[in-house]
């Protein structure tokens, strides 16, 4: 199978007065799953149909496998996309609705019962060649619409929100099975959407969108432990990030003042040299723990209640000032609701944002 790499130069897309993608830059390599993900509107669409050849574009350049496709066809940009919906061909049998493409491209028919075949093994559908549309679950036709654009072995593969129709343990599911077909064929898949575990699970580098714009484009551990700016840091995650509104000081050794609380920043990776400008202090829920009310670090908190969450607990407080954060605590946490309770907060598990820019310091 060939697999192509996929190069965005300044790409500039617009509806009439609307501008979405604005000198958009975006290199994917050969056998990268790279996962598009943000908020609806955000243009991450707009950008796959661009790549499929589905929309002009208004500058800039679309290079597949080192081929400039800007202004080529659809068909022959060596692309494959599914659709959120699976638009499958209601009155042909499953064979049929995987084998039409290839038909009418004049494919020899034995060369289509080979790649037939092989994506129904691949996708559990070998026992369903025969049944229509109607007669399988929503799973197993969206597996359908996955193996109708696997049969066209494609450079790329081009997925737009491909599991959004289905229930959530489907949806998981698929994931994993998606993530199979990855590892086993080693395609460039690009993949749309606006869920972050699909993201955090699927991908092999990030790109979180928001306003048409590429926040930051990074592995999923980097996009989780050190996102970019504000709008990844409470994109990404869940439950959320807290934040917690503050300055950084010079009081003996560095730290993160709220009000009564004070925070030490020793271990914190600067990006840029530390000022006291107000900054925002982003520490996500596990990262948070409960120690002796005798530790020089420790910051004191009041429960304000606490969420059973299975396997953890959600543990709801308040800083003296008043800012709500929650911590994870094991499923038999003893805290209850009024308690006062004595916290570290690691600075190497910290974020920094400036207040105003909202960028990482
Ligand atoms: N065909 C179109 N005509 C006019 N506006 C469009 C069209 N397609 C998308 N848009 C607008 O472009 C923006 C990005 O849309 P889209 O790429 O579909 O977002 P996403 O897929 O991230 O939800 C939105 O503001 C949307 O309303
Ligand atoms: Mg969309």
Redesign the pocket.
Known sequence: MQRSNVDITNLQ?G??G?K??ENLNLHVDASEFLV?L????????????AIAGL?DVKGGEIRIGDRDVTWAEPKDRGIAMVFQSYALYPRMSVRKNLSFGLKVARTPQDEIDSRVGEAAKMLRLTELLDRRPSELSGGQRQRVAIGRALVRHAGVYLF??PLSNLDAQLRAELRVEIKRLHARLGATMIY?T?DQIEALTLADRIAV?QG?VIQQLDTPKKIYREPANRFVASFVGSPAMNFIRGRIARDGGLAFIAGDARFDLNGYAFRTPPSDAPAVLGIRPEHIEVIGSDHPSAVPARVEMVEPMGADALIWCRLADGTAFSFRSDADAQARAGDTLALRFPAEAFSLFDDQSGQRL
């Not at 943000?38 to 149909?49: E, R, V």
């Open positions: 897309i509806f009439g609307l979405v993608l598009l943000g908020p609806s509107g955000c243009g991450k669409s707009t950008l796959l149909n929309i737009d929100e749309v606006h969108m048409g």
